[in-house]
């Protein structure tokens, strides 16, 4: 007895139907993991966009091409070694709190459009006084 | 020639030269993306698995393309029609093409050598009198270009930059694939034709652009051609000669069509 299947493909790979016996995968069985960034236009940042599977980084390029740059508008696609990034660990993310007086030194504290807003707001009422 | 809405009439002959070369053309790509299109769930990796599924659905959109041509310019059945209706006689495909995908190493090996000669035949093209050919060898140049480096950093992978098993399966398949990859250029009926109207240079030229490309492709990825003067080519698909796997193969992808071939999708 064969497997017989809907797709005719599997059927004629001639499987037995009877219960086989697989050895369990065994952990980090797949190839080595890259991360991938994509640039939309010449100019832009490159975005981190996910990470894939490959044997080698030229293969992770061309892999890369394909899950990440066939739906959208790519002009560039850069591919990094997983193992490449480093990264500051979880249990020391404490590392990027500040004390809350100090929020003058993050980027949002310092409100341009509100300025910029008033700023036109007089020069039209200059020019029309 | 048709450039704007002028077009050149060509004689009988050379119009029925033009219609068997852009046949022979776009069957090849249909076959091969039918084939291509068969490891799509059975791919080695999910990555390649898509890979290999995406190309082979550009190579679908470019025989559409060249069977378009022929509905559009030479009065045929439109492409649904000559893709899906005819039977194996019909098809002028070479064998290459044909075979079922067995294993991976021979599927790759034959996207290797299928689409460098695709690539080479098309730069020709590029400059070809017939204008509606030269421009979609302009459009789907990116494509093609995509294509020979997926196969080409797959076979330097195995070869040059795989293990011992890896390199004698890719070695053993490209003995296997060599003599099918000369039928791709088998001389046709009316290439002189061609030839002297600008349309196309010949596939003798072309097989020699190939040898060349395909030598130092192989070189660097470790591997060895076969010499050319210990094989034969496998020829006859040009001549609607087929093997014994085209026929089931257009039985099983029509199959579909065949139930309602008027259905509107």
Redesign the interface.
């Known amino acids: 007895m064969i497997i017989k299947s809907l797709d005719p493909r599997i059927t004629r790979l001639e499987i037995p139907a009877e219960d086989q016996q697989f050895e369990p995968l065994q952990p980090m069985d797949q190839h080595e993991t890259y991360e991938v960034f994509h640039q939309e236009k010449r100019g832009d940042q490159p975005i981190h966009v996910g990470s894939l599977h490959a044997p080698s980084t030229e293969l992770a390029l061309v892999m890369a091409k394909e899950q990440y740059g066939r739906r959208s508008r790519t002009v560039a696609i850069w591919v990094v070694p997983t193992s490449a990034i480093m990264t500051i660990s979880v249990e020391d993310a404490d590392i990027f709190e500040t004390t809350p007086e100090k929020d003058y030194r993050e980027a949002k504290g310092y409100r341009v459009g509100t300025k910029l807003k008033a700023w036109k707001k007089q020069q039209e009422a200059t020019s029309n006084g | 020639m048709d450039k704007g809405h002028t077009i050149t009439i060509y004689s009988n002959q050379l119009s029925a030269a033009l219609k068997a070369f852009l046949y022979r053309i776009a069957d090849d790509q249909m076959v091969i993306a039918h084939r291509n299109s068969?490891w799509t769930?059975?791919g080695p990796?999910?990555?390649?698995d898509?890979?290999f599924s995406?190309i082979a659905q550009d190579k679908m959109g470019h025989s559409h393309a060249v069977y378009s041509i022929l509905h559009e310019h030479f009065g045929e059945a439109d492409p649904d029609t000559i893709a899906f209706t005819r039977d194996e006689k019909d098809f002028t495909c070479c064998h290459l093409v044909e075979l079922p995908i067995g294993d991976y190493s021979f599927s790759l090996v034959r996207h290797l050598l299928f689409d460098l000669a695709e690539q080479l035949r098309f730069e020709m093209l590029e400059n070809s009198s017939f204008e509606p050919l030269a421009k979609l060898a302009r459009k789907v140049k990116g494509e093609i270009k995509?294509h020979v480096?997926?196969a080409v950093?797959?076979i330097?992978?195995l070869g040059a930059?795989g293990n011992e098993e890896s390199k004698a399966r890719v070695q053993s398949a490209l003995n296997e694939t060599f003599p099918l990859a000369l039928g791709i250029f088998e001389p046709g009926d009316g290439d002189e034709e061609l030839k002297v109207a600008s349309i196309f240079e010949g596939e003798d030229v072309l097989q020699k652009k190939w040898l060349e490309a395909v030598t130092s492709i192989l070189n660097e990825a470790g591997l060895t051609l076969p010499s050319l003067n210990d094989v034969e080519p496998v020829y006859g698909g040009r001549k609607g000669y087929h093997t014994e796997y085209l026929q089931p193969m257009l039985t099983?992808m029509t199959e579909v069509f065949r139930i309602d071939a008027s259905a509107e999708w």
């Open positions: 068969e769930g059975l990796i999910l990555e390649e898509i890979a995406s995509y480096f997926h950093t797959w330097t992978q930059k099983e």
